[in-house]
């Protein structure tokens, strides 16, 4: 039979059983102190001579087995049952891109942006049954659409997204991912992961923590690395011109595809690199097809029998045994 606790971290309520067995030695030592300062020894011992010191521990004994018994109930001993007759049929997907200025680059044609936004329509078409949020990102992050059914917004939002919607210039993709996972319905049994659309140039080094974090949360991050390792120049959008940095040196954006690995990996998702659009798509939606199957087989579809009662029923049943154990001697009245 497999048993196993719902509530397991009831079981440290048990360290009162060793505190009570200390306090009921100071208590045996308390009772001989004040017997010895009543008065005459002999005398004491006639008057207390009906008092049962063994019942008296007995009694302790049978105390804290049933408190015993009353923790194990706590935890809820269970086994599993028969499977429930329904199937998760989606995941839980948000989407986050980037949309700092470096995505203008046009390494990959038309542009590091155009590419993501066909690179997600194309992705939304093969996901029906799964909801989507998106989230866009730069210097700071932004929910741009809770999770949704629908594709048709989905698309909405995609095709007008642009710098201009984020004030805060650079990329934090520590942000992103941290207000990705916030997008998560934290109260449902599904399967969630985010896909990351970005250039991979962070300027934050928490990125492969925070996905670490999520990790821990069950959510699989999924990274889409867009443009080239040798990397190329582009126009900065307030000026029209090529964008420079402080000493009026030509700015290079390239591909931090090392990072972008390093983050699904901590996830046991999975990096692509965004060349032909069409066999992106094929690939990741591949990958998360593999998942869906796992949800339908995932243990949370399984109904448990609890036992708590059992353990109950014995401390009840010890408490009112208690009752019934004296601390006299027989033949005392």
């Known amino acids: 039979m497999n048993i196993q606790f719902q509530y397991v971290n009831f079981w440290s309520l048990l360290v009162a059983i060793p505190a009570g067995i200390v306090f009921f030695m100071l208590l045996l030592r308390w009772k001989k102190k004040v017997t010895k300062r ?3 020894e002999k005398l004491v011992r006639i008057l207390i001579s009906n008092f049962s010191s063994k019942l008296f521990r007995t009694k302790w004994v049978v105390l804290s087995v049933a408190f015993a018994f009353g923790v194990l109930s706590l935890m809820n001993p269970r086994i599993p049952g028969e499977s429930e007759n329904f199937m998760r049929k989606g995941i839980d997907v948000v989407i986050a891109m980037d949309l700092s200025k470096s995505m203008l680059s046009a390494d990959v044609s038309p542009s590091r942006l155009d590419k993501a936004k066909e690179f997600i329509n194309k992705l939304l078409d093969k996901m029906p049954d799964d909801r989507v949020a998106l989230v866009w990102f730069a210097g700071s992050a932004y929910l741009q659409m809770p999770l949704t059914i629908d594709e048709d917004v ?40 985010i896909i990351l659309i970005t250039d991979g140039e962070d300027h934050a080094p928490d990125a492969v923590k925070t996905a670490a974090a999520l990790a821990d949360k069950g959510i699989m991050i999924n990274t889409v690395g867009i443009g080239s390792e040798e990397g190329t120049s582009f126009i900065d959008p307030a000026t029209g011109a090529v964008k420079k940095d402080e000493q009026g040196n030509v700015v290079i954006s390239k591909l931090n595809a090392e990072e972008l690995k390093q983050i699904a990996a901590k996830t046991n998702g999975t990096y692509i690199h965004l060349q032909n659009t069409q066999e992106a798509v094929n690939s990741l939606t591949g990958y998360l097809l593999q998942i869906r199957h796992k949800a339908s087989l995932d243990k949370s579809t399984l109904s448990y029998r609890s036992l708590y009662y059992w ?12 009752n019934f154990i004296p601390e006299r001697k027989k033949g005392f009245a």
């Open 38 to 40: 009543i008065g005459d």
């Open 154 to 193: 989905a698309k909405m939002y995609v095709s007008s997204a642009d710098p201009d919607a984020i004030p805060v210039p650079g990329t934090d993709i520590s942000k992103a991912l941290e207000k990705s996972g916030d997008a998560f319905s934290q109260n449902e049994e599904r399967f969630k992961t």
């Open 311 to 322: 353990p109950a029923a014995i401390a009840f049943i010890l408490l009112v045994i208690v």
